[in-house]
């Protein structure tokens, strides 16, 4: 059996005790050798999200290099992938091949059926966390948004930031009401960008040319 092991740090937990590149080698090499693997090669991705598998380079390297009888490990889900999608999709890859998936922190083994089972749950579980998180980020954005305050990033248009305040910019109000009510009744981007032209309106940076990109960012930061 070769052991092929696969770690990853995002920029954020490089620093992480017990979580960097190399405590998650180290424990990779501590299995193989406690299960006889026969070789073992490790692959990296180093200060790269693992939203996505399809953007790791080292993930991909190591699914390549897994053949028939070997085993993938790595040192937890969240290092391998952050999706059920990405999840199972790597899961079915490595099940095709003959290989099993090892996961050091969760004591995943899929040469097991109740491994396999163990594996989608936790993968289904891990998704739900993150979502939850995500939503109690927009949430607090909202209030955040509701009650005036900055909430990072450029300062949306039709406002103008003052000791951290949104305060209404009463000239890019009138001409955000336009593009509002411009898009309710089905005008193209580029229709509505002639109309600000024609009323005379600029745009943040005081330009009298309306871009339909322009006004298209515009309307999706307002429907945030």
């Known amino acids: 059996m070769k052991a092929i092991g696969y770690v990853r740090v995002s920029t954020d937990s490089q620093a ?4 960097s590149l190399e405590a998650q080698t180290a424990k990779i090499r501590a299995w193989a050798d406690l299960n006889g693997a026969d070789s073992v090669a490790i692959f990296e991705d180093a200060g790269i999200s693992g939203k996505r598998a399809d953007n790791r380079p080292g993930l991909q390297d190591a699914m390549n290099a897994i053949g028939e009888g070997d085993a993938l490990v790595v040192y937890s889900l969240s290092r391998f992938a952050r999706s059920t999608r990405d999840t199972i999709e790597l899961a079915e ?3 095709k091949r003959g290989a099993d998936l090892v996961s050091l922190s969760e004591k995943i083994d899929t040469t097991t059926a109740a491994g396999k089972m163990v594996f989608r749950m936790l993968a289904v579980l891990s998704e739900f966390e993150r979502d939850q998180v995500s939503e109690r980020t927009r949430l607090a954005l909202s209030h955040k948004k509701a009650n005036g305050e900055k ?7 039709g406002f103008r930031s003052e000791d951290g305040r949104l ?15 411009l898009h309710g009744k089905g005008y193209s981007l580029r229709k509505i960008g002639r109309e600000l032209e024609r009323k005379g309106y ?3 940076r005081g330009l009298a040319v309306w871009h339909p990109q322009t006004v298209k960012q515009i309307l999706e930061r307002d429907a945030a």
């Open 16 to 19: 992480q005790d017990g979580v």
């Open 93 to 95: 890859r490595l099940e």
């Open 151 to 157: 909430t990072g990033g450029d300062v949306p248009f």
């Open 167 to 181: 305060i209404p910019d009463l000239a890019e109000q009138k001409a955000l009401g336009l593009i509002q009510r």
């Open 202 to 204: 600029r745009t943040r």
